[in-house]
């Protein structure tokens, strides 16, 4: 019989694999936020369109998305060429105390394009305005704070719609 972690690590390879034949044959893809990495600039909920991208149009401040062992990330590049000039990409989630692990641009599967929120669609911000900022320091140092946060937030939004 199939262990849990070895099923979920199955589930996502085909998710992935699924994820990027979309972005090949497509171009486009559309997944729901479900962490808090992003707070306050994705929230849990949120539609992400993510549009297929080379790395060498992803620049400082886009959110890309590419794929752990866990699970799919859309963070933020902070530094590109980053470690010690190897080519790879820095990100990390706004919300988030540390980068993640380096990736190499081959590993990026797209960029996100859009923000669907409360039906609305709008484009992501290369950087946050100080009071996000200081919302995303609240939200690195406290995760009940978080917790609150992203409640209260979740109360008055509008039910999902399809896109």
């Known amino acids: 019989m199939t ?29 729901s936020a479900a962490g808090t990495s992003m707070v306050p600039a994705i929230w849990p909920g949120d539609a992400l369109v993510v549009e297929r991208t080379t790395s060498s149009k992803v620049a400082l401040g886009d959110i890309v998305l590419f794929s752990n062992p866990h699970r799919f ?9 980053g470690d010690a000039g190897t080519g790879r990409v820095l990100t990390r989630g ?6 993640d692990a380096p990736i190499r641009p081959g590993e990026i599967l797209g960029k996100v394009s ?16 100080r009071s996000e ?3 995303a320091t609240l939200l690195r140092r406290s ?8 409640g209260v937030h979740g109360l008055s939004r509008a039910p999902a719609r399809t896109i």
């Open 114 to 129: 859009c923000i669907v929120r409360n039906g609305k669609c709008f484009e992501p911000k290369k950087s946050l305005r």
């Open 73 to 81: 990330v859309a963070h933020r590049v902070i530094e590109e060429n």
């Open 94 to 99: 706004d919300a988030m105390a540390t980068a």
């Open 143 to 150: 995760e009940t704070a978080a917790r609150v946060i992203v």
């Open 3 to 31: 262990s849990s972690p070895q099923l979920r690590a199955e589930k996502h390879a085909v998710a992935h694999e699924l994820a990027e034949e979309v972005l090949r044959r497509c171009g486009r893809l559309v997944l």
């Open 133 to 135: 900022r200081a919302l």
